[in-house]
């Protein structure tokens, strides 16, 4: 089974803090995405990785950077968080082998921001 | 820019049939996906459907694909109150057949009376 793992289910943060999530698979998936998911508006796409170092910018990706040093772990930065990033953030995998190859969830993070 | 459309709400009662509708703009999608999210959860995958097939019934699930009108539902038999969920649909982006990145929808979020 794929496990992807995020660092924390609920986070309270301030205005203006640097705010790290991670996300760790144990499935030497190439692809790694993070989204946010506000109500009424689904999921939509900040930034996607298909290798280490490498990454692309997805919907909304003002405000966030991202990095993937090692291939099992892709890691959101909110530089200095505002309360308008307050959401759950998902982080997915998907490996490239197949071509019906789907994209796996971990459990969410709830951010707060204050 | 490509888009996919749901409704946000259906109430059903326990036993009863719910068909939940999705509309999607790009018709060189290879694969259709549903998903599930269960309260405080991540995403699950549902069930997925390749573009030349009309239908596809996995138990429970039947998904109905009509390529002309660019429309897919999601029909679950018999349901039941553990079906109350958020459920996403999703379209592969165009040309992302590698990375497999997704065009999600709002959401639909299904309520179940018992």
């Known amino acids: 089974d794929v496990k992807v793992t995020q660092s924390s289910r609920y986070l309270v943060k301030r205005t203006g803090e640097k705010v790290f999530l991670e996300c760790v698979q144990d499935?030497?998936?190439?692809?790694m995405f993070w989204y946010r998911q506000d109500p009424g508006l689904g999921l939509r796409l900040i930034y996607f990785?298909?290798?280490?170092?490498?990454?692309e910018k997805g919907d909304i990706p003002e405000g966030y950077s991202v990095s993937r040093e090692k291939k099992e772990r892709f890691s959101l930065i909110l530089e200095s968080a505002s309360t308008n990033q307050t959401s759950m953030y998902l982080c997915?995998?998907?490996?490239?082998?197949?071509?019906?190859?789907?994209?796996?969830f971990g459990p969410g993070t709830r951010l707060l921001v204050l | 820019g490509e888009d996919v459309e749901q409704s946000l709400f259906l109430s059903v009662r326990e036993g009863d049939s719910s068909v939940i509708n999705c509309t999607y703009t790009?018709?060189?999608?290879?694969?259709l996906y549903w998903y599930k999210q269960e309260p405080g959860a991540g995403l699950q995958l549902l069930t997925y459907?390749?573009?030349?097939?009309d239908m596809k019934q996995d138990q429970r699930l039947t998904v109905l694909l009509n390529k002309k009108d660019k429309h897919l539902s999601l029909r679950i038999a018999d349901t039941q109150t553990g079906d109350s969920a958020i459920y996403f649909c999703?379209?592969?982006?165009?040309?992302?057949?590698?990375?497999?990145?997704?065009?999600f929808g709002q959401g639909t979020t299904l309520q179940v009376k018992p």
């Open positions: 990785s298909y290798d280490v170092k490498m990454k």
């Open positions: 499935m030497d998936h190439e692809n």
């Open positions: 999703a379209e592969e982006e165009s040309g992302s057949s590698n990375t497999g990145k997704l065009i």
């Open positions: 790009d018709s060189s999608s290879t694969y």
């Open positions: 459907i390749f573009s030349n097939m």
């Open positions: 997915a995998t998907r490996g490239s082998r197949r071509a019906q190859e789907t994209q796996y």
